[in-house]
């Protein structure tokens, strides 16, 4: 959840998941981030909190994240988008996603231009910039090129797709090689990274609160996990 700055991964372990495609879910970023946020808001929709709590709670738990995750430039970019996200919802001023992501990265280019120059910022943003704007029409192409395909699963497809493809030329610049098989690893790892970010932080909070259910939590989350490392062996071979 927090990335292998927090927690390294053996060094094997990270190779397979670069020849895999799947480096990036070796790194905290902007996804963990929004899956913690469905997270929060999930398990505090149904309860009697007033949604000016829940909402006033989302900010420090966005700024917590960021910090505990080592606040490199793809978390920074993620976080002061979220943050603003909010802070706009809250004055009855919704920002475009889009309009939301251009707004961020210019303020952190005018505060520290050598951003440009940092891997995980280039990668962080045009990764976003695909999602929120190649995703809902490649969404589309996928339900017209497939019609037995149900618009939800055409969208939860299009997202790795996007990002996938809008990413490769940059891994390729930087690191001289593209997965050839990163768009269907992505794409099988994409719900094992969401219930295994919603168990691990769910993990963390059992074991501040009650530490044998932390136990049992972190039982039930390697399995999660063990699936998604045997997703990045099989890609990788």
Request: hydrophobic share 60%.
């Amino acid at each position: 959840m927090l990335g292998d700055r927090a927690t390294p991964l053996p060094p094997d372990t990270a190779r397979v998941f670069r020849a895999a495609g799947l480096a990036h879910l070796t790194a905290a970023s902007g996804a963990n981030l929004v899956l913690l946020l469905v997270l929060w808001y999930g398990l505090t929709a149904r309860g009697r909190l007033p949604r000016c709590f829940r909402e006033g709670l989302a900010l420090p738990l966005v700024a917590g994240y960021a910090w505990l995750a080592g606040l490199s430039p793809s978390i920074v970019r993620a976080s002061l988008m979220v943050g603003l996200a909010l802070v706009l919802r809250w004055g009855r001023h919704p920002m475009p996603p889009l309009r939301c992501l251009l707004a961020v990265a210019g303020l952190m280019l005018a505060l520290d231009p050598t951003y440009l120059w940092d891997v995980s910022f280039q990668l962080s943003c045009a990764a976003s910039l695909a999602i929120l704007a190649g995703a809902p029409p490649l969404s589309r192409l996928l339900t017209l090129a497939c019609p037995a395909l149900p618009p939800r699963v055409a969208g939860w497809l299009a997202v790795p797709i996007a990002a996938t493809l809008a990413t490769a030329p940059l891994v390729y610049a930087h690191f001289g090689t593209v997965a050839p098989w990163s768009v269907p690893a992505n794409v099988c790892a994409l719900p094992l990274v969401a219930v295994g970010t919603w168990l691990s932080a769910l993990t963390t909070l059992a074991y501040v609160l009650w530490e044998p259910l932390g136990v049992i939590l972190e039982w039930v989350t390697f399995p999660v996990v063990w699936l998604l490392v045997q997703v990045a062996t099989r890609f990788a071979a």
